[in-house]
Structures are given as structure tokens and as C-alpha cells.
């Protein structure tokens, strides 16, 4: 079984693909749009990429970081965003459909959870509550990128964005889900700990 993981974005969607015999992922971004691209274009750049990729990869099952929900809006996330994302996540669905690849919707919680280990998920998330109550600001989600990328490479992996990186540990989640055994996760036990803790 080869998959396929996607951490969809108008502007920086990432990717991951691993199958037997590779000993590690590969994996990169795709920038689908900018702010000038309507959603049409930015889906169609997404199923050429999709396309592209299979032709290479012949991968058949894909999971997709889930979109965030309309009652999670924050920041710099806006209706539009919503809808891109949304949009994104049924066009993949939509591919796996048509080409008989299995698809998987992966919620962020728990694949960061797994990946990066769920006391150090729920203390970044408990910092930012606290941070939050101070001040009227404070979001976890940069602590949990960075811990992402530090992951990452803790395995051997060289994200280049925090899009990647998300991408890398939404596929180790799916294989892990999957049964899989993978050699990084064979050869765990000589991964150092996160946030240097001894």
C-alpha cells in the first residue's frame, strides 16, 4: 500500500507519500494559488498536482488534515479560507473517488497527538489558554509547528516549511493507523525525546 498525506492550503499545501521499500518519505508543497486565483484555479492546480504525483507514486489511499470547522474561526482565518479549504478537501475526496484510492479525513488533534506526543500537545495547549486569559491572546499553533518540524527531523526528515513537516506527521498517524510497520517507527527507540527532556 503506498499513501499519500496532504495538509491542504491554497498557499502551501504539503506532502507526503511513502510505500515499501522506501526507507523514508518524500515529500515537499505545492503553492496552488495566490490571492488572485479563484477557487476553480486553485482546485485545478490540486488535481494536477494529484495527477502528477500518481503517475509517479502510484499511491492508493490519501489522508487530509481535516478542515477547521466555521465555529474554530480565528486570526487570520476568514469565511473565504473556509470555503478554500472545504473546497480542497471534497476535490481530493472527489479524486480518490474517481481514480479508486482510498481516503481518509485525519482530524489535527489526533495526529498531532501521536506524532508529537500528547502531554506536550496538551501542555503547548494549556500554555496558550493561560497566555489567552492574560492577555486576550495566545495560540498554541506556532509551539505545535515548530514541535512538528523538531519531530521531523528527529526521524532523519528535512521539512522545509511547517506545511511538510504537518504533512510527514499526518502520514506516520495514517500508517500507524493502518498497521504499518515503517522503518522510522521500527527504529524509534533511538529517537531522542522531544523539547530536549531527558
Known amino acids: 500500500m503506498i499513501v499519500l498525506a496532504l495538509d491542504l492550503s491554497k498557499r502551501s499545501t504539503g506532502w507526503a507519500v511513502w510505500g515499501p ?5 518524500a515529500h515537499g508543497r505545492w503553492v496552488l494559488g495566490s490571492e488572485y486565483t479563484s477557487r476553480g484555479g486553485t482546485f485545478a492546480k490540486l488535481h494536477q498536482n494529484l495527477l502528477d504525483l500518481q503517475r509517479i507514486a502510484r499511491f492508493d489511499l490519501i489522508g487530509f488534515e481535516a478542515p ?29 473517488f474517481a481514480r479508486g ?32 486569559k492574560a492577555t486576550g491572546k495566545g495560540s498554541a499553533t506556532d509551539k505545535l509547528k515548530a514541535l512538528c518540524i523538531e519531530r521531523c527531523r528527529s526521524f532523519g526528515w528535512r ?34 525525546v522531544l523539547g530536549g527532556a531527558a
Request: proline content about 5%.
Open 21 to 25: 521499500g522506501m526507507s523514508k518519505p
Open 101 to 132: 484510492c482510498k481516503v481518509t479525513e485525519i482530524n489535527v488533534a489526533s495526529w498531532r497527538k501521536d506524532f508529537i506526543g500528547s502531554a506536550i500537545v496538551n501542555e503547548a495547549n494549556a500554555d496558550a489558554r493561560r497566555k489567552r
Open 159 to 192: 521539512p522545509e516549511t511547517n506545511d511538510d513537516a504537518d504533512a510527514l506527521g499526518i502520514l506516520d498517524y495514517l500508517l500507524a493507523r493502518e498497521g504499518v510497520q515503517t522503518p522510522w517507527r521500527e527504529a524509534e527507540v533511538l529517537v531522542p
Open 68 to 96: 477547521i470547522a466555521p465555529m474554530q474561526l480565528q486570526g487570520a482565518t476568514n469565511i473565504d479560507t473556509l470555503r478554500v479549504l472545504s473546497g480542497l478537501a471534497a476535490h481530493v475526496e472527489s479524486y480518490a
